[in-house]
């Protein structure tokens, strides 16, 4: 089974100031990892992924995350925020190979500070 | 931009009612899931279901939760006998599901509220 922890239940940051938001997983198999980004009252928004290929990718909004196998981490991050990135981020994975449950870590809440 | 839509978006409910969450997933995604998120609380999967079947579900998802596809666009979650610790976000999601990754696309959520 597959298990996400995002270690930082809340992060504040200055707006402009960089940002980054940990994630580490747990599997036994190959991966596929996510980002999804929740604003308040809204539902769940996909922010980028990690499938295959280059370790370093790009999202909506500015964001991106490198994936890094030795450590079993897939951080998010943005060089600089926005008081409109306040939101809850939920890193989640899946096992790699068609359908898969996707699994989410417990958020972490991003309040930017103005 | 396709997107899953879900009705009602907040159901207030007595204990002990019966309760129906509806979705409408992308039209042409192939499996379809439920997920909870009790307040401040993490995202909890509960069912996958795939070819008319549910093809995975949770240890939260007890004998009170049924789902459905009932006419080939819709998809129902059912609670038979809500309890107040059935108050949570409900968030319908569907994804293609087939080589690749298993991106889901959410709705925007039913929060439902058991008194």
């Known amino acids: 089974a597959q298990s996400v922890t995002q270690l930082d239940s809340q992060v504040p940051v200055f707006e402009e100031a960089p940002v980054e938001l940990r994630c580490n997983y747990s599997?036994?198999?190959?991966?596929?990892l996510f980002w999804y980004v929740q604003y308040p009252n809204q539902g769940l928004q996909l922010l980028l992924k990690?499938?295959?290929?280059?370790?370093l990718v790009k999202g909506i909004n500015g964001f991106e995350a490198e994936f890094n196998k030795s450590q079993t981490s897939f951080h998010l991050r943005k060089p600089s925020v926005h008081i409109s990135d306040t939101a809850e981020y939920f890193c989640a994975v899946s096992h790699s190979g068609g359908y898969q449950k996707v699994t989410f870590g417990t958020g972490t809440k991003l309040q930017v500070i103005p | 931009e396709p997107e899953v839509t879900q009705t009602p978006s907040h159901q207030v409910t007595q204990m002990g009612q019966e309760v129906i969450l509806r979705c409408v997933p992308i039209s042409n995604h192939l499996y379809f899931y439920w997920y909870r998120q009790i307040l401040g609380q993490k995202v909890e999967f509960l069912v996958s279901f795939y070819n008319n079947e549910i093809s995975e579900k949770s240890e939260i998802f007890d004998d009170q939760f049924s789902v459905e596809r009932p006419d080939g666009s819709n998809f129902t979650l059912k609670i038979r006998s809500t309890k107040l610790e059935d108050s949570a976000m409900y968030f319908c999601?569907?994804?293609?599901?087939?080589?690749?990754?298993?991106?889901?696309?959410f709705g925007a959520g039913s929060r439902l509220t058991v008194l």
């Open positions: 990690y499938l295959s290929g280059s370790t």
């Open positions: 999601a569907s994804s293609m599901g087939t080589t690749g990754a298993n991106v889901l696309t």
């Open positions: 599997s036994s198999v190959s991966v596929y």
